[in-house]
Structure formats: C-alpha cells, structure tokens
C-alpha cells in the first residue's frame, strides 16, 4: 500500500468515527497545522456525501420494491373471487326465493280472499338474459419475439410504476364454454429461449458450479433435478437471482404453477430490471395458466407490463391482451 | 435468522449491522403500522399533498438510516417519535425552501437531522454527484454503495466475487479515485472545494 493509499484509508476512517480516540486527535492537530492536509479531508467529507446518493438511490428503490410486494401480498390474500362470486349469487337467488315463498305462503294463509288454486312458483322463474362471454377463444398464432438484449436495459424502473390494474371483467363471465383454453394460450406464448440461453449456446450468464450444472439438468429436460439441486442452496450466493430464476422455471415446467409464481415475484421484487421484467412475464404466464382462479393477480402484471412500453416483454404482453380480447 | 422481536434497540442494531439485518429492519420500519398515516397526516394538515406526504415519508426513512449509521441517534426518544420528528423536520425544511415561511417550533421536529451546511450541499450539489456516479461504471457503484455501508472487504469481495479482501481494497480505492477524477473536472465542485 502506499503513501497515498494509507492516507486515504486513515482519513476514511476518521470520517466513519473508527478511529482510536488519541489517533483522531492527531490527526485534527495535523489539520490545524497543514491546510493542504485540511482541505483534502474535507474532501473526503463532501465525496462520503455524494455516496450516499448510492445510498439512498438503493433504499428508494427498495422502498417501492416493499410497496409493490405488500399490494401483491394484499391482493393474493384476499378470497378468490372465482369461488365466492358465485356462491354470494347463489346465496342472495336463495334468499330472494325464500323471501318471495315465504310472503307468498303468508298472504295465502293470511288472506281469505285468495282463491285456493294459485299459479305455480316456478312460473314467475325470473328470465335470464343470454350473456356474451367477454373473452373468446381466438386461433392461435406465434408470438412476436421480444428477447432482452443484455447490457440493452431500459433506464425506467420497473418498481416505479403504478400498478393500477384495469377493470378485470367479471370471473362468472369468463367461465363459460367459450372460455379460452389458457395453458394451450400459455403454452403458445412461453418461450424457453426467453429465460435461458439454449443448450450448447456461449450466451447467459456464467453463475456458480450449482447454477451451471442445474442449467444443464434444466436444458436436458430434469426439472426435478434441479429442483432437488437448488432448493438447499436457494436464496444464497451471489447467483441467487439467476437460481431463484431457474427454479421458477422449472416449477413451471413441472406444472407447478403456485409455486412458480412464488419464484418469479421474488425475482421480480430483486429490482434488477433485466431479471425483473422477466420474472413479470414469467408470472404472467404462470397465473395464465390458473386462469380464471387468479384473474385478479394476473390483470396486475399484465398492467404492469402493458403500463411501461420500455417493458421488455412489452409486445408479447401487447400480443396476449389481444388474444384474450 | 430472522428477527421476530423488533425492538427499538433491535431495529437500530439491525440498521447498524448492514446487509440483510439492515434492509429487514428499514422494511419494518417502513412498514409499522400507523408510522406512515402520522406523516401523511402531518403533512396534509400542513398544507402538503398526498404525493408531498408520501415523498417526505421514504426522505424520513433514507436520512432515519443515514442518521443511525452515523450514530447521530441518541435514543431519547421511541424510534418512531423519531422517526416522525425528522419527517415534520424535512418537512419543514421543504416548506421553507419553497418560500413559505413555517414557523420552527420545538413542537415541529425534536430531531437535529443533519447541518444545514451539509444538507445544502446535498441538495445543491446532488446532480454533481449523481452525474460522477452515472460515469463511474455498475460495478464501481455497486462497490462503493457497499463500502459506504460499512461492509468489511471480506465481505465486500464475496460479493462481488474478487479473490480476496486486498483485492476488494485495491478496487475500492481505485472506484474512489476515479469518482474523485470526474468530480474535479467539474468546475462546479472546484468552486465549492474552493468556497469551504
């Protein structure tokens, strides 16, 4: 280490306060003396300011990584809607009826003028008007693709955005018998390639022995395996997002939807934009393949990505809208 | 390990530590129950908006991080109190800057947050700083963020995977330098070098 480097590292820790008390007071007695020394520590002072904005940048964007996961949280914790919907209508045409039989069997008890032969119930069957499903099925076609390009990554954060879903239609109406098929819809729009580089390929990024050798069980089709070989080691390391990543991924492919969409909303909360705008679209398609169950959530990412036009998978989600139109 | 029984003194030692101890205890904070309707409402009923409110909430909880990490909290009071404490400081400080005088009664804040020589120079000078940053490279910044957390270079070198802490140090002071270069370039921080 030389000169320059040990004053640097000895006005460093002055400023963090780490300094042993007598050496402190001999450095501030060096200060009073030698101006040059002075004004170099004050530098020091005012580029520790400036971290800080690395700092505080870190902890804003944290800050709207926990909001965004609270309102996630809140809006999986709330009761399905698919189940109870249907059940409060089943509940209130039941307490109409009891309430319209009930008064019916209290005027004719009640009432001697009423003839002994009244129309059947059944007769006044309230008419039900015929319902337009407002989502068809519609003929498959390939998606366009929207590869993220390293390095390539939009300046926008994906934290920042307003997740404001739109006006997801009502469950009932969407399960019906022209329901679209939505793991079929799914499958058309998942793209292997999208998430990981194809076997054999120099792209992607190098992780630790773990990852790499959980990559090739995943190119070869083991899901399990990887997930046996990941899930002690999960969450640790360096590589934990591209870990975290594969999991999800291969839940996915096990069909093991629920627990995929656990995996890609912790990628998708990392703040780091590439990972994150792909662990969105990986999430949309899990909750697409749990449809109608998890419309409300599915709507959310997918406004999230239509929202944002930087949005690396901004055309696919574009591409999708319109065929669950 | 997680922390179940979040203390004050848990909180501030979590915040202390670095790391993951310190992101889960600012998480806690963020999210304490009632800590953030005491802000909003200060704010609203002081002429701010909602957004004003909701900003001046995350500023209380970046300068209540930089201010336990400095030790400038003393523990006189219940960290929330002082936590709304440097939210009505902060924002009377806005207020003041945006030309409306508010009076600094001790019942405003009872938190001395920083100078304000230094919290001027943040202000004023935050697009120097943020433009030297934006030039020093991911990985530079991605280092000095965990060298200004006070992460050991051990710790810092497994991180971002370098052979040892020596190395880290060398990186470190190398990230330093050049960030140090791009701001004395910068005829705007000469003049202020120039002016302390």
């Not at chain 1, 399905?80 to 004719?108: C, D």
């Not at chain 1, 630790?208 to 990559?215: G, I, P, T, V, W």
């Not at chain 2, 003194?9 to 101890?21: C, K, N, R, Y």
Request: with cysteine.
């Amino acid at each position: 280490m030389n000169t320059a480097e040990q004053y640097f590292e000895q006005i460093e820790r002055y400023l963090q306060g780490k300094l042993p008390e007598a050496d402190a007071r001999a450095l501030e007695a060096y200060m009073d003396t030698d101006p040059d020394f002075a004004a170099l520590v004050q530098q020091h002072r005012l580029e520790r300011q400036g971290l800080e904005l690395l700092v505080e940048r870190d902890l804003l964007g944290k800050m709207q990584q926990w909001d965004r996961e609270t309102e996630i949280f809140q809006q999986t914790t709330q009761p399905s809607r698919g189940v109870v919907r249907p059940m409060r209508w089943v509940m209130r045409a039941a307490a109409i009826l009891l309430i319209a039989f009930g008064t019916y069997w209290i005027l004719e008890q009640y009432d001697p003028a009423s003839p002994e032969t009244n129309a059947p119930i059944t007769s006044v069957k309230p008419e039900i008007k015929p319902r337009v499903p407002t989502v068809r099925r519609s003929k498959p076609t390939p998606p366009r693709q929207a590869a993220p390009a390293p390095g390539n990554e939009p300046t926008s954060d994906i934290a920042q955005q307003d997740p404001t879903p739109s006006n997801p239609a009502p469950i009932e109406e969407m399960t019906g018998a022209n329901a679209p098929d939505y793991a079929a819809l799914a499958n058309d729009f998942f793209r292997e390639q999208d998430f990981v580089p194809p076997k054999g390929s120099k792209g992607g990024q190098a992780g630790s022995a773990a990852y790499n050798q959980a990559l090739d069980n995943f190119q070869d089709g083991k899901y399990n395996d990887v997930v046996s070989k990941l899930k002690p080691t999960l969450g640790s390391g360096t590589d934990a997002l591209q870990q975290k990543e594969l999991m999800a991924l291969s839940l996915y492919k096990n069909k093991q939807f629920d627990s995929a969409t656990t995996y890609f909303r912790e990628v998708a909360a990392s703040g780091k934009q590439s990972y994150a705008q792909r662990a969105e679209w990986g999430m949309a398609l899990a909750l697409l393949n749990q449809m109608p169950t998890k419309k409300p959530l599915f709507d959310r990412v997918m406004a999230n990505i239509l929202n944002n036009p930087q949005h690396l998978y901004y055309e696919k989600a574009k591409s999708l809208e319109e065929r669950l139109k | 390990m997680a922390n179940t029984n979040w203390t004050d003194e848990a909180l501030i030692a979590g915040i202390q530590d670095g790391g993951s101890a310190r992101e889960e205890a600012l998480k806690r904070i963020y999210l304490l129950p009632g800590l953030r309707e005491a802000v909003h409402r200060h704010v609203l009923d002081h002429g701010g908006s909602r957004q004003d409110a909701q900003d001046i909430f995350q500023e209380a909880l970046v300068l209540l991080d930089r201010n336990i990490r400095e030790g400038r909290f003393e523990g006189r009071s219940t960290l929330s109190t002082y936590f709304v404490a440097i939210a009505k400081w902060r924002w009377v400080t806005i207020r003041r800057q945006q030309g409306r005088y508010t009076d600094l009664a001790p019942a405003h804040y009872d938190a001395e947050v920083e100078s304000p020589e230094a919290e001027a120079i943040r202000t004023e000078y935050r697009e120097l700083f943020q433009e030297a940053l934006g030039q020093i490279g991911d990985r530079c910044r991605q280092l000095l963020q965990l060298y200004q957390l006070d992460h050991s270079m051990e710790e810092i070198a497994e991180r971002m995977q370098y052979s040892n802490a020596d190395v880290a140090k060398k990186e470190a002071y190398r990230c330093r330098m050049r960030f140090r270069e791009l701001l004395e370039t910068n005829p705007a921080f000469a003049a202020l070098l120039k002016n302390m």
